[in-house]
């Protein structure tokens, strides 16, 4: 049934090139646009920068027991979760 619908398409699309190339142009044209004013909104501030001193940045890392220490600094107990 797709092969169908496939076929009946490239028909139409063959039969009336300059229809296709202009809705491919007015997509790309749509993108573009969307994509540069997505980067200058971006660029202009929205979003939060990033970590300025990433050398003080913290890591994370697993524990000799497998659980992650909780807020008191003490390992966390399953009955305690």
Same mark, same amino acid.
Request: overall charge positive; proline content about 6%; glycine content about 12%.
């Given at each position: 049934?797709?092969?169908?619908?496939?076929?009946q398409?490239? /028909?139409?699309?063959?039969?009336?090139p300059?229809?296709?190339?202009?809705?491919?142009?007015i997509?790309?044209? %749509?993108i573009? #646009?969307?994509?540069t004013?997505?980067?200058?909104?971006?660029? #202009?501030?929205?979003?939060?920068? %990033?970590?300025?001193?990433?050398?003080?940045?913290?890591?994370?890392?697993?524990?000799?027991?497998? /659980?992650?220490p909780?807020?008191?600094?003490?390992?966390?107990?399953?009955?305690?979760?």
């Amino acid at each position: 049934m797709e092969w169908i619908l496939l076929r009946q398409a490239a /028909r139409r699309v063959a039969a009336q090139p300059g229809f296709a190339l202009a809705a491919v142009i007015i997509l790309a044209i %749509g993108i573009g #646009a969307n994509a540069t004013t997505f980067s200058i909104v971006t660029y #202009a501030g929205v979003r939060r920068p %990033g970590i300025s001193r990433l050398g003080h940045s913290l890591q994370a890392q697993p524990t000799t027991t497998g /659980r992650l220490p909780d807020a008191c600094g003490n390992r966390c107990h399953p009955g305690r979760l």
